[in-house]
């Protein structure tokens, strides 16, 4: 078995979508990653170049069980605005957790709201998309939100990217168990 081209320092070619997200486009996740893209040069943040901020971020902590899920949410979020990679008011943060979403003007994570979150992205011209979903996963299935035991799927997030997203850069990025099938067709 041969392994995944990689895009960045540790990025497998196959996560990411294929609409238009080159390997240096993925400006999001080198932000995450404290800078270094793996790329010649970094291309310069909106901020940086004196633009507009264009990226458009939906950021899911699917299980309130542990503090991880939204720890992770929030570390995410600081770092994405620090960076200059998305403007506060195009963020959309949603968790299983009520003080979460009391404490970040969130929505409930559901399938709904993060469906409806995610096709509502709509980033300008020469903007991008970014999603960070973490929670547990769902052998086969997804995604697991527990606050409404309902499951993300690849194939319903698809279909929110393609409306939310249409031809732009976009990055996903799914942390939990069995999220593999994120990273194949249909994504």
């Known amino acids: 078995m041969t392994q995944p081209k990689r895009i960045g320092p ?9 609409r238009g997200v080159g390997a ?28 507009d901020l264009r990226y458009a971020a939906v950021l899911v902590a699917g299980d309130a069980s542990l503090p991880v ?3 992770a949410a929030e570390s995410v979020a600081k770092r994405l605005v620090a960076g200059g990679a998305v403007a506060p008011d195009r963020l959309r943060r949603l968790s299983a957790s009520p003080a979460a979403v009391t404490r970040t003007g969130g929505r ?3 399938l709904p709201n993060v469906l409806d979150a995610v096709a509502a992205l709509r980033p300008g011209p020469g903007g991008g998309c970014f999603v960070f979903a973490t929670s547990h996963g769902e052998e086969g299935r997804g995604l697991f939100l527990a606050a409404t035991g309902q499951v993300l799927g690849p194939t319903a997030l698809d279909r929110a990217l393609a409306e939310g997203c249409g031809e732009a850069p976009t990055v996903v990025v799914v942390s939990a168990c069995f999220s593999g099938g994120f990273a194949a067709p249909p994504m």
């Open 69 to 71: 899920f939204d720890n």
């Open 10 to 18: 540790s990025i497998p070619a196959a996560s990411r979508r294929a």
């Open 24 to 51: 240096c486009a993925v400006l999001a996740l080198a932000l995450l990653a404290g800078g270094g893209s793996g790329c010649a040069a970094r291309p310069a943040t909106p901020a940086e170049a004196g633009g």
């Open 108 to 110: 409930p994570a559901s």
